[in-house]
């Protein structure tokens, strides 16, 4: 427990495995990290907790200081600066709660979900410049039964980001902007890769964000996947992209079959786009996307009815606007 403050700290590490399942962390104060990042090492997690179970964090705040390694990004590539790492767990970690966590300026990542159970995020504030690289709210991956809920994320990244092996995750009343939005991906950057299914996504709000919610993969022969996706309740204000599928991340363009992508409905999404094509479904032609689903759905560029783009994708559509360009 801290009192009221600001508070220099260096890496920390909370390892188990611990025989008590029911530890509290409160943070009444600001923990700060070292300006000088070689400080926490080539690890690169600030606050990691590793084989622990029953863990909850309350309030306070976390001051990254990453103002200073953004402009040296390219230096900093292999980087990671994590807030809140859970990683290289077994199977049986879990119930972990992130409660009314602020976290300011990461240097990379702010919060990575990786290899837990039960886990639940909420109230948390995440803030950095719409220009930091590499600065996502919250990542999840390898994860299971995961919560984000009642949450405003801004950073110059992902607002959320979901990698492989994440599933069963619920995301609900979260507000994003600027910079990217809720990201599925990317996916199949390695061959053998875990799936990403079970996902709701719901009552969001993207304000002047590049993307909306999007699901991105890479064009390469993977055993990944994502499935069963629901997109509901969310309002696009000025969003350059609000729905948007790429399938066909492939720099050397050569064999590039894609992620299957299957299962995937919006329903409820409305708002203004930046970009006349308001809708866009880039499938692959070995993987098409199928079982796309659009349900009342409304978005507008420059006051008019905004446009779609399809390729290999199809599905079903409801009175929705733009016109659905799926196959059928």
Avoid at 45 to 73: A, C, K, R, Y
Avoid at 77 to 96: C, E, G, M, P
Avoid at 130 to 154: A, E, F, L, R, Y
Avoid at 283 to 311: F, H, M, W
Wanted: hydrophobic residues 35%.
């Amino acid at each position: 427990m801290c009192h009221q403050g600001r508070f220099l700290l260096g890496k920390v590490e909370f390892k188990g495995q611990c025989n008590n399942n029911d530890i509290v962390i409160r943070l009444d104060g600001t923990l700060v990290a070292p300006s000088d990042y070689n400080v926490i090492g080539d690890d690169g997690n600030w606050l990691m907790f590793e084989h622990v179970n029953g863990v909850s964090i309350n309030g306070g705040t976390l001051d990254g200081q990453g103002v200073g390694l953004w402009t040296f990004n390219e230096r900093f590539v292999n980087f990671s600066s994590v807030y809140v790492r859970i990683n290289r767990s077994l199977a049986t970690q879990k119930n972990i709660v992130i409660n009314g966590l602020t976290s300011l300026n990461s240097q990379k990542f702010h919060i990575v979900i990786n290899g837990y159970n039960n886990v639940k995020a909420q109230g948390v504030k995440v803030s950095a410049s719409g220009i930091s690289p590499n600065t996502d709210g919250i990542h999840v991956q390898s994860s299971s039964d995961v919560t984000i809920m009642n949450s405003k994320i801004g950073t110059g990244d992902d607002c959320v980001s979901i990698g492989p092996g994440a599933t069963n995750l619920w995301i609900e009343n979260v507000a994003c902007g600027p910079r990217h939005g809720i990201n599925i991906g990317s996916l199949g950057k390695d061959k053998e890769e875990a799936g990403v299914q079970n996902v709701t996504v719901k009552t969001v709000t993207f304000t002047g964000t590049q993307n909306g919610v999007r699901i991105k993969s890479w064009g390469r022969p993977t055993s990944g996947f994502a499935r069963n996706i629901l997109f509901q309740h969310a309002i696009m204000n000025n969003v350059q992209n609000p729905i948007v599928v790429d399938q066909n991340y492939c720099p050397n363009k050569k064999n590039c079959p894609g992620v299957k992508i299957s299962d995937v409905k919006y329903q409820d999404i409305h708002g203004t786009s930046t970009s006349e094509v308001a809708v866009k479904f880039d499938c692959s032609s070995r993987y098409p996307c199928s079982g796309i689903s659009l349900e009342d759905v409304k978005l507008t560029y420059n006051n008019q009815p905004a446009k779609a783009s399809c390729s290999h994708a199809d599905g079903s559509a409801g009175v929705v606007q733009p016109n659905a360009c799926l196959l059928q």
